[in-house]
């Protein structure tokens, strides 16, 4: 465990060394003069903030979730709804982001509330296709926890879609996963929708 602790900022150095002249090579390639005072310092901020907003990659489910599982005789939905979430479109490297509903059934556990949106994100903070992220989110909780069911919906707006392409500013992309009861028992499946719609 001391150990790495101990290894953790020294990657996170390296990894800040390793883009800075990356990026400083990219505003030269654009006809910027990265010497000048506003862009001075880029090369090094962009750095730390590409290695915040991919920090889901040096994350594991079991670690977010730790020891918050409890027992619990409940088998009533759960749902978590209207987290909020921010990602980056692996195909231009842009934002994504918008809003996350995570629902589950248990069955004899339940999770720690906060966990659910830090599982999101985990997952956001990554490279993503909104598709994936939507199935990784559900997974990730039908493994840890071993509910019933789980059903997670994301709404989202890409600005791949919004600032270059087809410039569409007010076009959303909706998707969803549905595991196990939210996937074979229509009723169920409704209920959840109809609840996160109110």
Known sequence: MAGKKTQAPKKTVDQIELIKPLVKDILLSI???????????????????MHFLTSGYHEKVETVVGSALFKAESSEMVIVKDIELYSLCEH??????????????PDKKIIGL??????VDLYARRLQVQERLTAQIADALMNVLQPLGVAVVIEAAHFCMMMRGVEKQNSKTITSAMRGDF??????????LQLIRN
């Not at 006809?31 to 903030?49: F, H, I, M, Q």
């Not at 231009?92 to 059934?105: C, E, Q, R, S, T």
């Not at 906060?114 to 599982?119: D, G, L, Q």
């Open 183 to 192: 996937f074979t028992d229509p009723t169920t499946r409704k209920e959840f």
């Open 92 to 105: 231009h490297m842009l934002p994504f982001f918008g809003k996350a509903h995570v629902a589950y059934i």
């Open 31 to 49: 006809g910027e003069n990265a010497a000048r005072e506003g862009l001075r310092d880029t090369p090094k901020r962009y750095a730390k903030s």
């Open 114 to 119: 906060s966990k659910i949106p830090r599982v």
